[in-house]
Structure formats: C-alpha cells, structure tokens
C-alpha cells in the first residue's frame, strides 16, 4: 500500500536559521509530489511540484526552495527562515487523476 | 486570483440535519473537482471527487453536485455527525499535463449536537 512519511511534526525555528523538511512516499513509483502551506486563516497554499527526479516547479516567489534528489523524496528548504514562513506545511503525491494523498503535515514556528 | 473560491469561512449545522457546503470556480479548463477533509494539525483526506461529465456524485452519506453552466459545485452532507466536525476544501483540476490541484480557502463545518 502506499504511504507517505513526512517529518518533523513541529518545528520552532529562529529567524535567519535554515529549514529542511523531508518527504518520503513508499508503495509507488514515479509519483506527481507537491508541497503546499496552510498559513493562519488561509486555505492551501501550492509551492512547489515535480514530475520527476530533479524536476521541481515553483508556483509563488519566496523564500523557500524545493529539491527531489530521489524518485520517492521531496525535500522543502531555506536558506534563512522569515516570520512571515510560519505555517502548516503539508507534502503530497499524487498519480494520474486519482487525487492527492497528504502526508500529517509539518507545524512551523518562526520566531 | 483565487480560482477556486469557498465564500463560506464557517458553517453551523444541526445534529442530523443536512450540512451543504458551495464552491466556486472561475477556470472553465477545471474538469475534475474534489473534496477534502482537514482535521486540526492533521493533512487533508480525500473525501468525494465529480468529473466534469456527471453532474452529480454520491458516496454514502456524501453527495456532490456540479453545475458546470454556473461553475458552482456543492457537497450535501445527510445527515451531519459530530464527527464531520472540520474544515472542508474544495479543490480542482485540469488536463494540464501537471495534475495540479487548486484549493479554495476552505469552510469550517461545526456539527452541533
């Protein structure tokens, strides 16, 4: 069965720090990945998406960037973290029209 | 441009009466449309999707409705539990060859016992 890791739950960072958020998916192969953020009182937020190893598309200027080293990771990164990158970040995958499947989601605390 | 638009932040809904949720979309490319149900600290669960060749879809407790003339899909809740308690996307798609999802803001649904 597929399933999608994503870590750490909760993270409370300092301002100026860097970020590294891991995504892992199991149980398929060559999977649509994205990235999105839920920020207070506002709905889903898309970030990133690939379509394959190395292949990443940015859908928002910002202070974050996106890499995916292996077929099955997706990696969320910054070089130095914002108060305004505060959120509930969330990874998830996807094969062709079957939806999405998210992972439990990342709770990031700038301060 | 929020193309994909919940105009409903909340929703209130008695205990066993029918809880109906709208969504908007102004992208007439959208041609697959899902919903989503987000717990507090949890990610999204997918709920029920429509394609945009049927105008109506239905899984147990859950309908949904497309109008695809007025760009307006719904979700019909009969009857609503305590447990449908959170916070519902809409969301869609395109055969934009990416397979990405655009979601609205969201509505809070709040079951009252």
């Known amino acids: 069965s597929q399933t999608i890791h994503q870590w750490p739950a909760t993270l409370v960072q300092p301002v100026g720090s860097p970020l590294s958020l891991e995504c892992t998916v199991e149980g398929t192969s060559n999977p649509n990945l994205y990235w999105y953020r839920q920020a207070a009182g506002r709905g889903l937020q898309l970030l990133f998406y690939?379509?394959?190893?190395?292949?990443i598309s940015s859908e928002v200027p910002q202070n974050l960037s996106a890499s995916r080293p292996q077929d099955r990771q997706f990696i969320l990164s910054s070089k130095k973290l914002l108060l305004s990158d505060s959120g509930f970040y969330l990874c998830?995958?996807?094969?062709?029209?079957?939806?999405?499947?998210f992972g439990s989601g990342t709770r990031l605390t700038v301060v | 441009d929020q193309q994909v638009k919940q105009n409903s932040p909340s929703l209130s809904v008695q205990e066993g009466r029918i809880s109906i949720l709208n969504c908007d979309y102004t992208?007439?490319?959208?041609?697959?449309f899902l919903w989503y149900k987000k717990y507090p600290a949890e990610g999204p669960t997918f709920l029920i999707s429509?394609?945009?060749?049927?105008d109506k879809n239905e899984d147990g407790r859950f309908t949904v409705f497309l109008n695809k003339s007025a760009k307006h899909l719904s979700l019909h809740i009969v009857p609503s539990q305590p447990g449908d308690s959170a916070v519902y996307f809409c969301?869609?798609?395109?055969?934009?060859?990416?397979?990405?999802?655009?979601f609205g803001t969201g509505t809070r649904l709040t079951i009252i016992p």
């Open positions: 998830a995958w996807s094969v062709y029209r079957a939806g999405y499947t």
């Open positions: 992208n007439s490319m959208f041609d697959y």
């Open positions: 429509i394609s945009s060749i049927k």
């Open positions: 969301a869609a798609s395109g055969n934009f060859g990416n397979e990405k999802l655009t």
């Open positions: 690939s379509v394959g190893i190395g292949q």
